[in-house]
T-cell receptor, first 114, second 111 residues
């Protein structure tokens, strides 16, 4: 079985400061990891993914994520937060290639204060 | 441009009624999924399909059904709507080696 944990319901950060949104996972094989963002009254938008290769993955809007196999983590990061980054962020995992569905975490609300 | 659309965007129905939510994608993806989003639970998988005539149950499938008669559509049916099914529903599709693309969501209220 595969599962994802996002330990923080909400993260508050001041504009211009670095941000981190935490994610840990549990899978039986090699993980395929994803981050999605949801703005109010919208569907989920893809930010970035880790399949294999470099542990630091760069994605849309200046976001990046670091895959850490020993800690089973895939934290989302951004060097300098913007007020427009305020949204709901979801981490997701699947444990093999092919067609299995993603398992999502419960989401973390990011609030960036001006 | 290819897209995935859901309809209706908002629906209010009465307990016990049958309701069908539509999902249509023009990506030509084989894989389609229905999730529900509830506060504190994130997105939970209801049903999914790997291709025409294929359907599978997800973790919260009780009270829901889907059918896949073509590649583009995966309608979700609530056989007898219950208040516990008040939620926001998202449809998604994915190619074999792509990320998932999500619709805008359907907000369903069962009164």
């Amino acid at each position: 079985a595969q599962s994802v944990a996002q330990p923080e319901d909400q993260v508050n950060v001041a504009e211009g400061n670095p941000l981190t949104v935490k994610c840990t996972y549990s899978v039986s094989g090699n993980p395929y990891l994803f981050w999605y963002v949801q703005y109010p009254n919208r569907g989920l938008q893809f930010l970035l993914k880790y399949i294999t290769g470099d542990n630091l993955v760069k994605g849309s809007y200046g976001f990046e994520a670091e895959f850490n196999k020993s800690q089973t983590s895939f934290h989302l990061k951004k060097p300098s937060a913007l007020v427009s980054d305020s949204a709901l962020y979801f981490c997701a995992v699947r444990d093999r290639p092919g067609r299995r569905a993603l398992t999502f975490g419960s989401g973390t609300r990011l609030q960036v204060q001006p | 441009d290819a897209e995935i659309t859901q309809s209706p965007r908002h629906k209010i129905t009465e307990t016990g009624r049958q309701v069908t939510l539509a999902c249509h994608q023009t990506w030509n993806h084989n894989n389609m999924f229905w999730y529900r989003q509830d506060l504190g639970h994130g997105l939970r998988l209801i049903h999914y399909s790997y291709g025409v005539q294929d359907t599978n149950k997800g973790e919260v499938s009780d009270g829901y059904s889907v059918s896949r008669s073509n590649t583009e559509d995966l309608p979700l049916t609530l056989e007898s709507a219950a208040s516990s099914q008040t939620s926001v529903y998202f449809c998604a599709s994915r190619g074999e080696n792509t990320e998932a693309f999500f619709g805008q969501g359907t907000r369903l209220t069962v009164v």
